[in-house]
């Protein structure tokens, strides 16, 4: 079983940085992949980011390219979620998965572990 927990939100400017960690704990977290999903007030949960078992692909959605990086510590358990320029529209709250596979993942549905997410509020 993988417990995820994540760290890192708070309230920054438009145009600040915030670096997301996603510890987990478990004896799978190295078998699969690890994603990143965000909900904002009045929306659905979408998809962020998504990083494979050994880190070597890598997939982002329109919104976080050029401004997020995903990355992984595997001897640390740790995933990481580095957001540069971040602008109002990124107002949410921030959750981490683990997926049932080892590949990337894009719908939610492919993750079997959750965190409890942690909130990101950018203010103008």
């Known amino acids: 079983q993988v417990y995820l927990v994540e760290s890192g939100g708070g309230l920054v400017q438009t145009g600040g940085s915030l670096r997301l960690s996603c510890a987990a704990s478990?004896?799978?977290?190295?078998?699969?992949?690890m994603g990143w999903f965000r909900q904002a007030p009045g929306k659905e949960r979408e998809f962020v980011a998504t990083i494979s078992s050994n880190g070597g692909t890598l997939s982002y959605a329109r919104s976080a390219q050029g401004r997020f990086i995903i990355s992984r510590d595997n001897a640390k358990n740790t995933v990481y979620l580095q957001m540069r320029n971040l602008k109002v529209e990124d107002t949410a709250v921030y959750y981490c998965?683990?997926?049932?596979?080892?590949?990337?993942?894009?719908?939610?549905?492919?993750?079997?572990?959750w965190g409890q997410g942690t909130q990101v509020t950018v203010s103008s």
């Open positions: 998965a683990a997926a049932r596979h080892r590949g990337t993942a894009v719908n939610e549905n492919d993750y079997g572990y």
């Open positions: 478990g004896p799978i977290f190295n078998s699969g992949g």
